[in-house]
C-alpha cells in the first residue's frame, strides 16, 4: 500500500527556515517524480517544486525560486523540501505527491498523495 506522510511543518517567523519531509512506503519513491503542492485557506492549490525520478531535474514555483530547495534521499525514500527566507504568503497546507514529470509538466497532480503539513509563518 503506498503511503505519502509529511512532517516538519509548524510556526516560523517571516525570514526563519523550515524543512518539510515526506516519508514514502510501497514502492512509489524509485520510479516517480515527486512533488510539493500548497493550498493556502481560500486559494487554489499550487504547485511548488518538481524533482524527477533520478533526482537531476528540478522545477520551482516563480515566488519560491531561490528560496525554497526540494530534494530527495534515495535511501530513506524521503522527499524533501528546505524552505528559506520564508514570508508570510508561504503560509498554507503542503502536501506531499508523487506522479510522473509528464503530469507535473502538463500541470497535473500525480495520483498519491500525502496528508498534508501545516506551515504557518507570522510577522
Known amino acids: 500500500q503506498v503511503q505519502l506522510v509529511e512532517s516538519g511543518g509548524g510556526v516560523v517567523e517571516a525570514g526563519g527556515s523550515l524543512r518539510l519531509s515526506c516519508a514514502t512506503s510501497?514502492?512509489?519513491?524509485?520510479?516517480?517524480?515527486m512533488a510539493w503542492y500548497r493550498q493556502a485557506p481560500g486559494k487554489q492549490r499550487e504547485l511548488v517544486a518538481v524533482?524527477?525520478?533520478?533526482?537531476?531535474?528540478?522545477k520551482y514555483l516563480a515566488s519560491v525560486e531561490g528560496r525554497f530547495t526540494i530534494s530527495k534521499d534515495n535511501a530513506r525514500k524521503t522527499l524533501y523540501l528546505k524552505m528559506d527566507s520564508l514570508k508570510v504568503e508561504d503560509t498554507a497546507v503542503y502536501y506531499c505527491?508523487?506522479?510522473?514529470?509528464?503530469?507535473?509538466?502538463?500541470?497535473?497532480?500525480?495520483?498519491?498523495w500525502g496528508q498534508g503539513t501545516q506551515v504557518t509563518v507570522s510577522s
Open positions: 524533482i524527477s525520478s533520478g533526482g537531476i531535474s528540478k
Open positions: 510501497g514502492g512509489v519513491f524509485g520510479p516517480n517524480s
Open positions: 505527491n508523487a506522479g510522473s514529470w509528464d503530469d507535473y509538466v502538463r500541470e497535473r497532480p500525480g495520483r498519491y
